[in-house]
């Protein structure tokens, strides 16, 4: 059989099988899929993410600093399945740390995921369970495997937004206490106009 797909027309499929398609622009990261998930962090929600808790309090709460957007081809939960998205951080700072995302480990801890940068600048922030923490330069074209069991946070140290697509499996889960119990173990901050990656305490 032959099966001929242009974007949102898929010729000749099996009659028992669900007309999945989406389309992503390469370029920018965005996704036209099905039922597309959407969901924002404004800086409100983000209290114990950022460590100078003076300076996120003189901030607009209200303050988006970043989007994510995902497809779900089959039910959250499925094993075997495999969700795709992109997240879009917005360039700024909280005191002298970068915008970032809240960070997590997946919920069922040996799943990974793959990780894509579409625009911007940054650096994907990762620590292992026994607690040794990395990060890898986020840039166009770059391409991350987190592995099972890491936890991982991407930070915008560019002065535009930071875009990124990923893929993980649809069972994955997010486990966010962990990473606000013990943090990353390291943190971006901006020293003299540049990006240094910086162990802490926790
Ligand atoms: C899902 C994947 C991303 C993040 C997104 C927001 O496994 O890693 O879609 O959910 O970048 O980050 P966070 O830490 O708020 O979920
Ligand atoms: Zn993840």
């Given at each position: 059989?032959?099966?001929?797909?242009?974007?949102?027309?898929?010729?000749?499929?099996?009659?028992?099988?669900?007309?999945?398609?989406?389309?992503?622009?390469?370029?920018?990261?965005?996704?036209?899929?099905?039922?597309?998930?959407?969901?924002?962090?404004?800086?409100?929600?983000?209290?114990?993410?950022?460590?100078?808790?003076?300076?996120?309090?003189?901030?607009?709460?209200?303050?988006?600093?970043?989007?994510?957007?995902?497809?779900?081809?089959?039910?959250?939960?499925?094993?075997?399945?495999?969700?795709?998205?992109?997240?879009?951080?917005?360039?700024?700072?909280?005191?002298?740390?970068?915008?970032?995302t809240h960070g997590h480990r997946h919920a069922i801890v040996n799943r990974a995921e793959f990780y894509?940068?579409?625009?911007?600048?940054?650096m994907l922030v990762l620590r292992d369970e026994s607690g040794r923490a990395w990060a890898e330069?986020m840039?166009?074209?770059?391409?991350h495997y987190i592995p099972g069991r890491v936890a991982h946070r991407v930070?915008?140290?560019?002065?535009?937004?930071?875009?990124?697509?990923a893929c993980w499996p649809?069972?994955a889960g997010h486990d966010y206490?962990i990473v606000?119990?013990r943090g990353l173990g390291a943190?971006?901050?901006?020293?003299?106009?540049?990006?240094?990656?910086?162990?802490?305490?926790?």
């Amino acid at each position: 059989m032959v099966l001929l797909i242009d974007f949102g027309t898929i010729v000749g499929y099996p009659t028992d099988v669900h007309p999945n398609f989406a389309a992503v622009d390469w370029v920018t990261g965005s996704l036209q899929a099905p039922n597309l998930h959407t969901s924002e962090k404004k800086l409100g929600q983000l209290r114990t993410v950022f460590h100078d808790q003076r300076s996120w309090e003189t901030m607009d709460p209200e303050t988006v600093v970043y989007r994510v957007w995902w497809w779900e081809p089959v039910p959250a939960g499925t094993e075997g399945g495999l969700f795709w998205g992109g997240t879009e951080i917005q360039p700024g700072c909280v005191g002298d740390e970068y915008f970032m995302t809240h960070g997590h480990r997946h919920a069922i801890v040996n799943r990974a995921e793959f990780y894509g940068t579409t625009v911007g600048q940054g650096m994907l922030v990762l620590r292992d369970e026994s607690g040794r923490a990395w990060a890898e330069k986020m840039k166009p074209g770059s391409l991350h495997y987190i592995p099972g069991r890491v936890a991982h946070r991407v930070v915008n140290t560019g002065n535009i937004p930071l875009r990124f697509v990923a893929c993980w499996p649809s069972d994955a889960g997010h486990d966010y206490e962990i990473v606000r119990e013990r943090g990353l173990g390291a943190r971006v901050c901006q020293r003299d106009g540049q990006a240094v990656f910086e162990m802490t305490q926790d």
